[in-house]
């Protein structure tokens, strides 16, 4: 129960959170690039929890994407600057839940368009409780307007030359064509 949360011991500096376990929360995914709807699911994810990672997960072996790893996580962060300091960004390549344990974290934050996107996400929580039975996977829906943006979107109109329109934050548009056209 979420009332439990709030007698563990404080891992907290800030005093209104003296007494309780600080909730930790990560959001994985490709970033590839960031988009709209991404932030909008960090957003409200810092709302929710103490502490937010949006994190970069990608294969070392494997060369894909339109963006190097290295150039999403320029983008995640000129994208998240915006959202305070309890947002994080960060890259990594191996288990999820290797990470998560590395934090501190319990709960991991999935966003969802549709159905489909639903099933996804639900599929992958039941994993997650494989690696490690206390993670909690929170899944969003997303906000009515984005749920039409996603990275493959995003992708297509770069690719084709389109304007990006409200599909990526205005805090990294410029930055993303900059590293698009390198």
């Known amino acids: 129960p979420l009332h439990a949360l709030r007698t563990h011991e404080n891992n907290s500096p800030h005093s209104e959170n003296r007494g309780r376990r600080m909730r930790r929360a990560v959001i994985t995914g490709s970033f590839d690039p960031?988009?709209?709807?991404?932030?909008?699911l960090i957003r409200r994810a810092a709302d929710i929890f103490d502490e937010v990672y949006a994190v970069i997960v990608f294969n070392a072996e494997k060369k894909s994407g339109m963006f190097s790893p290295e150039?999403?996580?320029?983008?995640?962060?000129?994208?998240?600057?915006?959202?305070?300091?309890?947002?994080?960004?960060?890259m990594f390549s191996g288990l999820t839940s290797d990470y998560i344990h590395s934090v501190g974290a319990k709960f991991i934050v999935r966003g969802a368009r549709n159905a489909t996107d639903y099933d996804y996400e639900h599929n992958l929580s039941l994993i997650m409780k494989r690696f490690?039975?206390?993670f909690e996977t929170i899944i969003l829906p997303s906000s009515p307007s984005l749920s039409a943006v996603s990275?493959?979107?995003?992708?297509?109109l770069l690719k084709y030359g389109c304007d990006l329109g409200d599909a990526v934050p205005d805090s990294c548009r410029e930055?993303?064509?900059?590293?698009y056209h390198k």
Do not use: P
């Not at 150039?71 to 960004?89: F, M, P, Q, T």
């Not at 930055?175 to 590293?179: H, K």
């Open 71 to 90: 150039d999403r996580l320029k983008l995640l962060e000129c994208a998240i600057s915006e959202l305070g300091e309890n947002v994080h960004a960060d």
């Open 34 to 40: 960031v988009t709209s709807g991404h932030l909008d």
């Open 132 to 134: 490690d039975s206390e």
């Open 175 to 179: 930055l993303m064509l900059e590293l």
């Open 151 to 156: 990275s493959t979107y995003v992708r297509e």
